[in-house]
């Protein structure tokens, strides 16, 4: 696609009930991010994945989260078990390792989690 | 721990100034900063990189520079424009770390006056 796409682009959800966030990168694009974004702050790194390989998840701030890529394309943001703090933005960025490296990542429009 | 510390949360300038932005890094050596630029509902767009050899980038009306002494990167806009309201972030990846796990600043929120 044109760009990083993200669904649902708002969800209200009661606590203790799961949630699942979608991403869908650019197209090619084999490294995909996932960030969480309080309001006012600036994006906190969650995880990340090269094609389906998961490389890292220390930013995930339990085990209630969780994520997945099963097919090195779009990607699963799952939360079990909601609790109130865990409203926030939930971001997926994604990037193209090849040449020229800029580091640039390419943000989607996130999806705004409120559990009430 | 890693911090990065933008210092102002708010910055207010004349229209045709130069707006200039401030960026801190602690118990920290990066690879290299970064800038991006987030309007309101909307998610952080790149603007540029520059990396710890570096002293000075530029693109069209933008300039960051780099000081690992110091420990400080600054973002500048010149002529600056209604436009050019919003917040931007800055952003900085340690050396051996993936190019996309970056550790972001709070965010400085630039509203430029007619």
């Known amino acids: 696609g044109a760009g990083v796409s993200q669904s649902p682009r708002y969800k209200v959800t009661k606590r203790g009930q799961d949630v699942a966030l979608r991403c869908d990168p650019i197209?090619?694009?084999?490294?995909l991010y996932w960030y969480r974004q309080a309001l006012g702050q600036g994006p906190e790194f969650l995880t990340y994945?090269?094609?389906?390989?998961?490389?890292?998840k220390s930013g995930l701030p339990n085990d209630r989260f969780s994520a997945e890529r099963p097919e090195g394309s779009i990607s699963t943001l799952t939360i079990q078990r909601t609790e109130q703090r865990d409203s926030a933005m939930y971001r997926c960025?994604?990037?193209?390792?090849?040449?020229?490296?800029?580091?640039?990542?390419?943000f989607g429009e996130g999806s705004r989690l409120t559990v009430l | 721990s890693q911090k990065i510390e933008q210092n102002s949360e708010a910055l207010n300038i004349q229209e045709g100034k130069t707006a200039t932005l401030t960026c801190n890094y602690t118990n920290y050596s990066p690879a290299y900063l970064q800038w991006y630029r987030q309007d309101p509902g909307r998610g952080p767009v790149f603007l540029l990189l520059i990396r710890e050899n570096e002293k000075e980038k530029r693109k069209e009306r933008l300039k960051v520079t780099f000081d690992t002494t110091l420990k400080q990167s600054l973002f500048h806009i010149t002529a600056s424009q209604p436009a050019d309201s919003a917040t931007y972030l800055c952003a900085a990846r340690a050396g051996g770390t993936s190019y996309g796990k970056l550790t972001f600043g709070q965010g400085t929120i630039l509203t430029v006056h007619p």
């Open positions: 197209s090619g694009h084999v490294s």
């Open positions: 994945f090269n094609y389906e390989a998961q490389q890292d």
């Open positions: 960025a994604s990037r193209t390792p090849w040449g020229g490296d800029t580091g640039e990542l390419f």
